[in-house]
């Protein structure tokens, strides 16, 4: 009997220590802690010679190359993240770096690099060009940009910004899991007093970032000592200094429209009315070529002349007044071709004499954007070095020019000239306004917000224009200023006012032909010199001298005077 119960219990331990098994595995399966390793190159989303970025806290799409211990970041990346000024020319195998007193160059492959003022060699290839990308170096980058980087097993680790981190202590050894999970992957382990920052802190668990830059997630309970930190920003490069030539007081510029060296002759002519005015800007030099050539109608007698007169002279340089069809994106994007024309022209304004240079490449699409930059910082470079005022004209900026940069030219040019007209263009087929007050107004507005107001010149126009509809057809002829009264009055037509453009508003009718003039008279330009009065503009352009009347030259010397 005895033996028999004996068996009994046996069997019922047996059954209770199985149904223990059976109930307690799920519990244990739930609530014990997690093994697995993570895969670092599935986490980090890197193969081969790839690493990940991480930025400030975060994890980026784009990676790091590393080659022979070096760390590497393409192009794009270092103009997304660090510096935009960094500028590669594959067919001239080369990356450039121009600030405001040099270019610094670098023959993509090779180690060491050259400017005017600065010189050296890291002793590694500096930067090379593989599947049509241009590859830097970090250490490279950091020469000119306030950033700093670290090299870990499968990330770079980028910081760019500086500010305040919450930091806490690991009271006890802990893991560093993929998500916050008893469950989820092992990224790394932690000791006790090991240092993390604190990214996020949720019910159980905390986003945190480690000495090494893993981020991951530990439980609450293994935190203690939570404080803030102040982080030391990087200071270590001081770039030069784009300093500013400017006016005393407010700009007054008249450009004055030369198309042969005949033109120059004009100039009393051209100035008889011009109250006010303190620059001439002649349209002497134009593109001709593909190769950074451009034609002349330079005089230096005409700027001694003008200086005897009391006014600067800018020379102005275009894309479209050669009679020769250039490609400016072959210009542009040569380094070659830029660089002379850069040589070239402000060689050209210390012989004749100039105080400036004036530019405006009219018409270009986004292909040539990222060059055109680099001309204007070349060019900005040249002129500084030689003492000349450089002003760049601009359309009244939208999204879909943006390419023009107005925030860089801003910062690198003394003057931006913004071309407060063709609202409404010849051959655009859409009666209207050339320039309405709240085209203009609105124009300045998006301006400023990317330019410094001391440095905006608003140009009017000395014009308008007539348009004829009948139909579907819509033609226009121009109208200068001092021509608008003598044209309505021998038509027999009275203007009105209207309030919604800022102008006098006039239409008729000839042989079955719709006539609308939206009139530049002193009425409208005394409304928009008001505008620019209140907005603390640099000062005034018009285009162009010989359009004026005395009453237009009467608001614009009582504007600059203000």
């Not at 770039?239 to 500013?244: D, I």
Request: proline share 2%; charged share 20%.
């Amino acid at each position: 009997m005895k033996k028999k119960l004996v068996t009994v219990a046996v069997a019922v331990g047996l059954i209770l220590i199985v149904g223990g098994i059976a109930l307690g595995r799920p519990l244990y399966d739930r609530y014990s802690y997690s093994k697995e390793l993570a895969d670092w190159d599935a986490y980090y989303g890197v193969s081969g010679q790839e690493s990940a970025i991480i930025l400030q806290d975060e994890m980026v799409d784009e990676k790091a190359v590393i080659r022979d211990g070096v760390c590497y970041f393409d192009l794009d990346t270092v103009h997304q993240y660090m510096n935009e000024v960094f500028y590669a020319d594959l067919a001239e195998n080369l990356l450039l770096y121009t600030d405001a007193a040099e270019t610094v160059r670098v023959n993509l492959g090779e180690s060491s690099y050259a400017g005017e003022q600065t010189n050296g060699d890291l002793g590694h290839v500096i930067a090379y060009a593989e599947d049509g990308r241009v590859y830097v170096a970090a250490d490279y980058v950091q020469l000119f940009t306030n950033y700093s980087f670290a090299l870990y097993d499968r990330h770079v680790q980028v910081y760019t910004e500086w500010g305040e981190r919450q930091v806490a202590e690991i009271k006890k050894a802990t893991a560093v899991r993929t998500l916050g999970g008893i469950k989820s992957p092992i990224l790394c382990e932690l000791d006790a007093g090991d240092t993390v920052e604190i990214l996020e802190t949720m019910e159980k668990w905390s986003k945190i970032k480690t000495a090494d830059s893993v981020i991951g997630y530990v439980e609450n309970k293994r935190l203690t000592e939570e404080h803030t930190e102040a982080e030391t920003p990087v200071a270590s490069y001081d770039p030069p200094e784009y300093t500013t030539v400017s006016m005393d007081g407010k700009v007054c510029l008249g450009f004055h429209a030369i198309y042969s060296t005949g033109g120059n002759g004009t100039l009393g002519e051209a100035t008889a009315n011009a109250r006010g005015m303190n620059v001439i800007a002649p349209t002497w030099f134009a593109l001709n070529d593909n190769a950074g050539g451009y034609r002349s109608f330079g005089s230096s007698d005409y700027v001694a002349q003008a200086h005897g007169m009391g006014l600067q002279v800018w020379g102005v340089v275009d894309n479209f007044n050669s009679g020769v069809e250039v490609d400016e994106l072959a210009v542009l994007s040569s380094t070659a071709s830029r660089q002379r024309l850069v040589e070239n022209l402000t060689a050209e304004a210390v012989r004749l004499g100039l105080d400036g240079v004036n530019v405006d490449f009219e018409s270009l699409d986004d292909r040539c954007g990222i060059h055109y930059v680099q001309f204007l910082r070349e060019l900005s470079a040249a002129c500084r070095k030689n003492g000349l005022v450089l002003s760049v004209d601009d359309y009244v900026p939208f999204h879909f020019n943006d390419y023009y940069r107005l925030d860089i030219q801003g910062e690198i040019a003394d003057y931006v000239v913004i071309m407060g007209y063709d609202e409404h263009w010849h051959g655009c087929g859409e009666p209207g306004s050339v320039a309405s007050i709240g085209y203009v107004s609105n124009g300045l507005d998006r301006t400023l917000q990317e330019v410094p107001a001391e440095k905006v010149v608003n140009a009017l126009p000395f014009y308008t224009r007539v348009w004829k509809t009948k139909g579907d057809q819509v033609t226009d002829e121009t109208l200068f200023l001092n021509q608008t009264a003598d044209y309505l009055s021998r038509r027999g037509v009275q203007s009105v006012w209207d309030e919604e453009t800022g102008q006098n508003y006039a239409e008729w009718q000839e042989d079955g032909v719709l006539c609308q003039v939206w009139a530049e008279d002193a009425q409208s330009l005394s409304l928009k010199l008001n505008v620019m009065a209140a907005k603390g503009l640099g000062g005034v352009a018009v285009w162009r001298l010989g359009f004026g009347d005395a009453a237009a030259w009467t608001l614009l010397q009582s504007y600059i005077n203000l």
